[in-house]
């Protein structure tokens, strides 16, 4: 059974950092492209960044370009999205996904499936 489950939000004031987690089990993810995706309420699901199968391609939306890092742990199975100089606007739930590709930067809920149950990150002071 494919599974993704989050991990790693909370509560931090803007400025701060935090590292989400996106573990992964019953598939590999050397097969797997992941993609980050949050949803604030009162609005959709948006793309936030995307790591190849491969692991060799990485991309991210504009508005988190330069403070938000995707990377992953093949030995721990694990996708992490590093989250820096974070901002009020960066308040959502946070999902990971999978699917064969990146297509179009992994903007497009969409193309992605096995959604993960989310985890929560709220920037305030």
């Known amino acids: 059974q494919l599974q993704l489950v989050e991990s790693g939000g909370g509560l931090v004031q803007p400025g701060g950092s935090l590292r989400l987690s996106c573990a992964a089990s019953?598939?590999?993810?050397?097969?797997?492209?992941i993609g980050w995706f949050r949803q604030a309420p009162g609005k959709e699901r948006e793309g936030v960044s995307c790591?190849?199968?491969?692991?060799?391609?990485?991309s991210y939306a504009d508005s988190v370009k330069g403070r938000f890092t995707i990377s992953r742990d093949l030995a721990k199975n694990t996708v992490y999205l590093q989250m820096n100089s974070l901002k009020p606007e960066d308040t959502a739930v946070y999902y990971c996904?999978?699917?064969?590709?990146?297509?179009?930067?992994?903007?497009?809920?969409?193309?992605?499936?096995?959604w993960g149950p989310g985890t929560q990150v709220t920037v305030s002071s």
């Open positions: 019953g598939f590999t993810l050397d097969y797997t492209a």
């Open positions: 790591i190849s199968k491969t692991g060799g391609s990485t």
């Open positions: 996904a999978g699917s064969h590709a990146c297509t179009s930067g992994g903007r497009n809920p969409l193309d992605f499936g096995s």
